[in-house]
Structure formats: structure tokens, C-alpha cells
């Protein structure tokens, strides 16, 4: 299956999925979750909104945001 690639798919319309999210998640429900798609997309969503909307990006974006954060492109969002 095919997933559209734009903001506000709902999350219930992509079924069979295993959501994850980071071991460095808190208590306080400010997560993200991921889920691998069967395309090899990868889905998004805020796990306090588990319906929706899910964000879906394809792999080489995904690969792309990772790498990014890795090399610190985004630490000026932070302070």
C-alpha cells in the first residue's frame, strides 16, 4: 500500500503497524512515536494524539532528519 506523503493522515488509517518510540521519552507523554511502513516509509505521530494525524516521510527523508540531528544541524532549535 501506498501511503500519501503530507501532514495530517490519520494515524487510524494505517493499520498493522508496531509504533515505537525513544527510551529517552519521559513520564510526561511528550514522545514521538514511529512506525516503519510496509513501503519503507516511515510514519510520525505525537503519542497523546494516538488517532491522529501521523505525519508519513519517506525513508531517504527519514534518513536525512537522523543524520542531521546526529551532526547537531538542529541544536539551535534548542536554546
Known sequence: MQYP???????????????QKSHRS???GNCVELAKLPDGSVA?????H???????????????????AKAGDFDSLLV
Open 26 to 28: 519521559n513520564s510526561q
Open 44 to 48: 510520525v505521530r505525537n503519542s497523546r
Open 50 to 68: 494516538p488517532t491522529g494525524p501521523a505525519l508519513v516521510y519517506t525513508r531517504a527523508e527519514m534518513e536525512a532528519l537522523i543524520q542531521g
Open 5 to 19: 506523503a503530507y501532514n495530517g493522515v490519520p494515524a487510524t488509517d494505517i493499520p498493522d503497524v508496531s509504533w
